[in-house]
């Protein structure tokens, strides 16, 4: 992750037990970049990033968000625009950022929104907006840019269906979650691939999302 958040310096990581690390950053930019951007993975696992907090007991700190970029298709051409991602990204999680033009408006085949991710919480497979013509509920499906490992059977992040007690004994076309919820190419639109969400390399961990704090 080093060569991703400070390519030309690196970091310094220090484990602290229980899935836990911390990182100090040895050049400028690099600790927003690892905060605010994401998600982040290695081997396939959630890497969920938490600023430095001299104040808090290891206990104390949460790690319970993740920054996503997501997809939302479908969608009428006159709702193509930031108020409509505000809307929809609040429906997902905590809107952040919405991609638009300088107008607002954002006309293609989806509506990019990046959402502060509650990762206790199932992934929503779409959202339903209302029909501005006749009211009726429109559904609305959402694809994750840079999706890690996840659950098919109960949709949470951390863990793989294999480990999911929920998805015991359930047959496959019982699955309400699957592949498709990644979105593919996974670049930004106009601006070539960014690069960074994801490390290769073996899981520090198993099939379980790690924990970082970073200063």
Known sequence: ??????PKKGIRCK??????????FLQPGGKKHAITEG??????????????????????LEFNYAPVWIRVFDLQLGMMNR????????KVGKTLEVETEDDGSAVG?????????????????GVTLEDEDNGDGKWCPIQYE?????????????????ECDESAGKAEEQQ??????????????NQGD????GSSGGSLGGIRQQQITVR
């Open 1 to 6: 992750m080093g060569k991703i958040w400070c």
């Open 15 to 24: 484990e602290l037990g229980d899935n836990l690390f911390l990182f100090s």
């Open 39 to 60: 998600p982040w993975e290695f081997g396939g696992d959630l890497l969920i990033v938490v600023d430095f907090d001299g104040s808090k007991r290891l206990k104390e």
């Open 83 to 90: 108020v409509t991602g505000k809307v929809i990204g609040d």
């Open 109 to 125: 085949s989806y509506l990019r929104i990046k959402v502060r991710l509650d990762v206790r919480k199932p992934l929503l497979r």
């Open 146 to 162: 840079f999706l890690p490992n996840f659950c098919y059977g109960c949709g949470l992040l951390g863990h793989v269906e294999r």
């Open 176 to 189: 309400q979650y699957g592949d498709w919820l990644r979105a593919s190419p996974a670049r930004r639109r």
């Open 194 to 197: 960014s690069r960074g969400r």
